[in-house]
């Protein structure tokens, strides 16, 4: 009871000192508190796919905290392991976990970071005592817009509608120029390889080999064990699967934190990922990549397949041809031939094209403004 007649008063105090109408002795008092209260954010974030929801969120928050360093994000979510766990146990004490059910009776902060079709309800919005901004994340697209009927990237980001007091603006993630840019991380975990093996448990003697990870989904993993065989040579890291593969050229990781996973992308001499963070992180990573896209029943995976293929062939001629072949063709041999036969400086070329839209500079104006 005294929680909530303190929440009360604390928002007639805002709305007070907003409309001029604190004496002039608590104005010190109120500025300091209109300041604290001006750095919050929330982030409303669901978990639909485990880990590339919570991870792009959780990414672009490290990232704010990173860059602003009076700003506090409070996090609702819905699985507090998987925080700690992408986190590696080391939280920042301006990032509070909370459960995404009790955002709607908290003291909602004056800026809402949104994510991935969290229902915005009128009805917790409508009443409210002061204004607030709501950045509604969309995932990551690379639609063009394509004329009347055929509505792209441009077409969202950046529009606004308003519900009361509150003013909701549409982020579109994409590396489109008329897209909002990807979340681009300073390197907080410049790992070595023989850290890196020995974070992970293994022995020095795979450090001079080739390195492939493997983030996909379990049909693509049972016709990559064919490629196992077909390059002893090479070593190939499996990651999120229960258990071992029994063959001598393949290590099954542990979880692995987002700064870690990042920093070992970058070791690798290819990458197969799966998600929409994973695929970023190996655009980032500027090595040849394949990205293993969730497969949808009505085919939707296709049209996405199409708009990111040209979006690399800019840069990488031919990538489109090599990712359909591997994703619609059931070609994952041949496809991932071609990837080790890749020439690595075109995919260095992406990288650093891919690092032009920074997202995290995009949100920092919008709440700094």
């Not at 392991?81 to 059910?101: A, R, T």
């Not at 639609?143 to 549409?170: C, Q, W």
């Not at 229960?242 to 690798?268: Q, R, S, W």
Request: proline share 4%; hydrophobic share 40%; charged share 25%.
């Amino acid at each position: 009871m005294m929680l909530n007649n303190a929440k009360v008063a604390m928002r007639e105090f805002i709305r007070n000192f907003l409309c001029g109408k604190i004496d002039e002795k608590f104005a010190f008092f109120g500025s300091s508190f209109l300041w604290f209260w001006w750095q919050t954010v929330d982030f409303t974030v669901p978990v639909i796919d485990n880990f590339g929801d919570l991870g792009f969120a959780l990414s672009l928050a490290i990232e704010l905290l990173e860059r602003k360093k009076d700003l506090k994000i409070r996090f609702f979510s819905e699985n507090y392991e998987l925080f700690l766990d992408m986190l590696d146990g080391q939280i920042s004490k301006n990032l509070e976990y909370l459960e995404l059910k009790d955002w709607s009776t908290s003291t909602h902060s004056p800026i809402r970071c949104n994510f991935f079709g969290e229902k915005i309800r009128e009805e917790d919005l409508i009443g409210q005592k002061y204004p607030t901004k709501i950045l509604n994340f969309d995932y990551l697209q690379f639609h063009k817009d394509r004329g009347m009927g055929n509505p792209g990237v441009g077409s969202l980001h950046g529009t606004s509608y308003n519900i009361a007091e509150t003013e909701v603006i549409h982020i579109v993630p994409s590396l489109l120029p008329e897209g909002g840019g990807v979340v681009i991380p300073k390197e907080h975990h410049p790992l070595s390889r023989s850290e890196f093996l020995k974070y992970i448990g293994e022995t020095s003697d795979l450090i001079d080999r080739h390195w492939c990870s493997i983030f996909v989904y379990s049909d693509t993993l049972l016709s990559m064990k064919e490629v196992f065989k077909k390059y002893p040579e090479w070593v190939f890291f499996v990651c999120g699967v229960d258990g071992k593969i029994e063959m001598k050229n393949v290590v099954t990781l542990p979880f692995l934190p987002l700064g870690i996973y990042g920093a070992f992308l970058k070791h690798c001499d290819a990458n197969i990922v799966r998600g929409e963070n994973s695929l970023v992180s190996a655009l980032l990573a500027g090595k040849p990549f394949l990205w293993d896209i969730y497969k949808e029943n009505n085919g939707a995976h296709l049209g996405k397949m199409e708009d990111f293929g040209e979006y690399v062939d800019g840069v990488i001629p031919g990538f489109r041809d090599v990712l359909k072949e591997f994703i619609e063709d059931g070609g994952v041999w041949e496809s991932v031939e071609r990837l080790f036969g890749e020439d690595r400086e075109r995919f260095e070329r992406l990288g650093k094209v891919v690092r032009e839209g920074n997202l995290v500079r995009l949100v920092m104006r919008m709440i700094e403004n």
